[in-house]
Each structure stands twice: as structure tokens, then as C-alpha cells.
């Protein structure tokens, strides 16, 4: 009987979303090159401001544009999920690491990455280093089209690494996830200035827990 209620109840209030949870959710909004989120911004090359359909983005010329923020919004956190919407361009390198969070003073970090194709798709590759393993999803046979507005998710429960585009789960692993202390963040390249990335950026948010993919953010 007890069952039958906890059932009548979720079929009548439907699920319970991130705001319902009391979840703390940080947004950065990508729409202007001095500060986000009260962050100051280091500029590297000549990334622009522009106007979208969506709102303003940064956009990257895949040669030498890329920002640094000295804050690494994963720090602390047994549980998360990343959310980033982007527009990847053709004509850029093979690889981009487009966004990447990194502990200071080790190699410990998440990151988002586009793999081009040459019929004008990419895939994603998404990477964890927790303690001293390496964990790598490079999704393969789930390709998409440039050119586009694209939503990318990581979502980390503690034990398990998914990844999801678009909100359509692709890979996931298992994980023995060491929380990450204080650093940095890099987007548009690499931290250490290689593969850069060539299209724009609009947005991310960083969830101080899981949420499904009914809780994303749309493209």
C-alpha cells in the first residue's frame, strides 16, 4: 500500500528537479571578455564578443584565441554535472580542447573536447584524471553536425563518469573519483596552449550534484 501511494504521488507532482532539490547551480554566462560570474578573465589572441540568436557568446578564431579564469568550479565536489552550450565551427583542428577544468599544480582535470571529422561532423571526447588513473570517452559512433548549437554534459556521480550530447546519453565508466582541489579553468584551448578551438561558446553551468538529462540545459 505504502508503494502504491509513493507511486500515485510521483505520477501526480512528477519528477523532482534541481531547483526543487535545493541544489546550488552556477551559471557563467560567456558575453564579455573582463569578468564572469566575478571572475576576472585573462585573454590570450583576439576572441570577440558576438551577437547570436541565442544571446551573446565568445567566439574563437582556432589559431591563438583563448581565456583563462583562476577559479576551478569543480573543487570540493564529490558530485557534479557540467553543462556547456557551444557551436563548433568547420575548418578547425582535428582536436580542440574547448573547455578545461585543472587542479593547481597537477595534471588532475575534466575536460571537454571536439573530434572534426572530414564531413563536416565532430564527436565528443570527454576526459578525467582522478588521483593518478586516466579516464577517456571518446564517442565514436555518436557524431553531430558543425555548425550548430550543441549542448555537452559530464555528469559525475562519485562512482560513475557518463557523458551526454544533446541530452542522449553516450558513454559512461566507472570512476574511483578523488575530489579536486583549487585551480583553474581554461576555455577555447588547452591550459597549456595547444588545440585550440575554433567556434563560439555561449554559455555553461556547473551542478553541486547529478542531474538527468530532463534537468539540462536545451541547445
Known amino acids: 500500500m505504502k508503494y502504491l501511494t509513493l507511486m500515485v504521488c510521483l505520477l501526480l507532482t512528477g519528477p523532482v528537479l534541481a531547483e526543487e532539490k535545493n541544489v546550488k547551480q552556477v551559471v557563467w554566462e560567456l558575453d564579455n571578455l573582463e569578468e564572469i560570474a566575478g571572475h576576472k578573465v585573462t585573454v590570450k589572441g583576439e576572441p570577440k564578443v558576438i551577437e547570436t540568436t541565442k544571446g551573446k557568446a565568445i567566439e574563437f578564431d582556432g589559431v591563438d584565441d583563448g581565456i583563462w579564469l583562476d577559479v576551478h568550479p569543480l573543487a570540493g565536489l564529490e558530485q557534479f554535472t557540467v553543462e556547456v552550450i557551444f557551436q563548433p565551427y ?29 564531413d563536416d561532423k565532430w564527436y565528443l571526447d570527454t576526459f578525467i584524471q582522478s588521483g593518478d588513473s586516466n579516464h577517456t570517452q571518446l ?3 555518436f557524431v553531430h553536425p558543425l555548425g550548430s548549437w550543441q549542448h555537452a554534459a ?16 553516450e558513454l559512461s565508466t566507472p570512476i574511483d573519483w578523488i575530489v579536486q582541489e583549487p585551480g583553474r579553468t581554461s576555455l577555447g584551448v588547452r591550459m597549456n596552449e595547444i ?12 551542478t553541486h550534484g547529478v542531474l ?8
Do not use: S
Request: proline share 4%.
Open 90 to 118: 568547420p575548418n578547425g583542428l582535428r582536436e580542440q580542447r574547448f573547455f578545461m577544468m585543472q587542479e593547481a599544480n597537477t595534471t588532475r582535470r575534466v575536460m571537454f573536447e571536439t573530434r572534426l571529422q572530414d
Open 139 to 141: 564517442a565514436k559512433d
Open 154 to 169: 559530464i555528469v559525475m556521480d562519485g562512482k560513475t563518469f557518463t557523458h551526454y550530447v544533446n541530452g542522449e546519453k
Open 195 to 206: 588545440w585550440w578551438y575554433r567556434g563560439a561558446i555561449l554559455k555553461t553551468r556547473f
Open 212 to 219: 538527468t538529462p530532463e534537468e539540462f540545459w536545451k541547445p
